[in-house]
């Protein structure tokens, strides 16, 4: 079946430091991928998308690019802020899932100032 | 607030009992999902109806557990004789149908507890 791999947290990074969150997947056929964000007290909001192999998704400074040699899915920023502090989530959707999401454990991201 | 809403927020309830949590989606969107996630983890899916269709159902979805959108506007889910193990954040979705894909939006979820 479907499934989603990204990296553990929590992640600790400096203000205007570089992040970067991995995530890799298993999927058969060409699903969709995407990086939803959950902060503090709050519900699921998609960050961004990417439905095609090389498409790039980007959304509030955040990028991702759907690689599908590589099966990865990995979320960067060049410059966080402590507004970013929040839980991202991994996740995909098609390949023969349906129209359901499939996610990854989340990656607990802390900015400090 | 026209988002995903999602009653009750917390719901705190002895083992044995039955419990019913309600969601109300975008009021265009015809498709409405139930997640569950656990502590450290990330929502895993259990049910999703279009309209008041009931399309696909997750093997995590015991016989205790029951859904249904009647009239293709809300959804109930219920969980009958709960147990410690039922736990969890309980997420609600909503999308609308169009073309190969379009975003689905989350309520704040109903936290369980069964004490």
């Known amino acids: 079946g479907n499934s989603v791999t990204q990296m553990e947290g929590p992640v600790t990074l400096s203000e205007e430091a570089f992040l970067t969150i991995n995530c890799t997947y298993t999927a058969t056929g060409y699903p969709s991928l995407f990086w939803y964000v959950q902060y503090p007290g709050e519900g699921l909001q998609l960050l961004l998308k990417a439905t095609k192999a090389d498409d790039k998704g980007s959304n509030k400074g955040f990028e991702a690019t759907y690689r599908k040699e590589t099966t990865s899915f990995h979320l960067e920023k060049g410059s966080v802020q402590v507004s970013d502090s929040a839980v991202y989530f991994c996740a995909l959707s098609g390949a023969g899932g349906g129209n359901k999401l499939t996610f990854g454990t989340g990656t607990q991201l802390k900015v400090e100032l | 607030d026209t988002g995903v809403s999602q009653n009750p927020r917390h719901k705190i309830t002895k083992r044995g009992q039955n419990v019913t949590f309600r969601c109300d989606p975008i009021?265009?969107?015809?498709?409405l999902y139930w997640y569950r996630q656990t502590l450290g983890q990330g929502p895993e899916f259990l049910t999703y109806f279009q309209n008041e269709a009931q399309l696909e159902k997750s093997r995590l979805l015991s016989d205790r557990f029951s859904a249904e959108r009647p009239k293709g506007s809300f959804s109930t889910l219920e969980i009958q004789r709960t147990e410690q193990g039922d736990s969890a954040m309980y997420l609600c979705a909503s999308s609308q149908r169009a073309g190969e894909y379009t975003e689905a939006f989350f309520g704040q979820g109903t936290r369980l507890t069964v004490v």
């Open positions: 009021s265009e969107h015809n498709r």
